[in-house]
Antibody, heavy 117, light 113 residues
């Protein structure tokens, strides 16, 4: 069975950094693209970043460009989101999701990121 | 960016009755390969999103057949033939044709009357 297990959230002050992790199991991690999606408190879903199956291409929503970096380590079946220069408006539950082809078919359990002074 | 507009945003339904959610995109979602990459997700209270439907009308494994998706171009619909208590939650549509960014509808909150 396919699982995505997330870790790495927490409470940080504005301007600080956090790294989120998402460990995949139950399938061959290297064959699929991966995404990060976030959900601010009481709000809808917002796509954050994507990485190709081979790591060759990465894409970001405009509000995180230059601050967040998506990466993957296929030897560890792990997806990462390095978040630098965090802002109050980055406060959200962050989900990782698998992309089999133009969709998000499996989601992680979510990890809470709170940016507050 | 493609704007996804859902309606209604709140949907009170009596148990056993049908429900319908509309999702409209600001431009056609037909991709260059001929496919239309419109998905529907269910998010139960306190849970992660779960995909129900992909490519407009393909139901995911394990999704009850009371859920169905339809539509084309810019107009799409998710229908529940007979609402059950476990269907309570928020439903989102998402387009993956014109990216980045991938964009979601605002969400429709389904509740039992």
């Amino acid at each position: 069975q396919v699982h995505l297990v997330q870790s790495g959230g927490g409470v940080v002050q504005p301007g600080r950094s956090l790294r989120l992790s998402c460990v995949a199991s139950g399938y061959t991690f290297s064959i699929n693209g991966m995404h990060w999606v976030r959900q601010a408190p009481g709000k809808g879903l917002e796509w954050v970043a994507a990485i190709w199956h081979d790591g060759s291409k990465r894409y970001y929503t405009d509000s995180v460009k230059g601050r967040f970096t998506i990466s993957r380590d296929d030897s560890q079946n792990t997806l990462y989101l390095q978040m630098n220069g965090l802002r109050v408006e980055d406060t959200a539950v962050y989900y990782c999701a698998r992309d089999p082809q133009h969709s998000f078919d499996v989601w992680g359990q979510g990890t809470v990121v709170t940016v507050s002074s | 960016d493609v704007v996804m507009t859902q309606s209604p945003l709140s949907l009170p339904v009596t148990l056993g009755q049908p429900a319908s959610i509309s999702c409209r995109s600001s431009q056609s979602l037909v991709y260059s390969d001929g496919n239309t990459y419109l998905s529907w997700f269910q998010q139960r209270p306190g849970q992660s999103p779960r995909r129900l439907i992909y490519k407009v009308s393909n139901r995911d494994s394990g999704v009850p057949d009371r859920f169905s998706g339809s539509g084309s171009g810019t107009d799409f619909t998710l229908k529940i033939s007979r609402v059950e208590a476990e269907d309570v939650g928020v439903y989102f549509c998402m387009q993956a044709t014109h990216w980045p960014p991938y964009t979601f509808g605002q969400g429709t909150k389904l509740e039992i009357k």
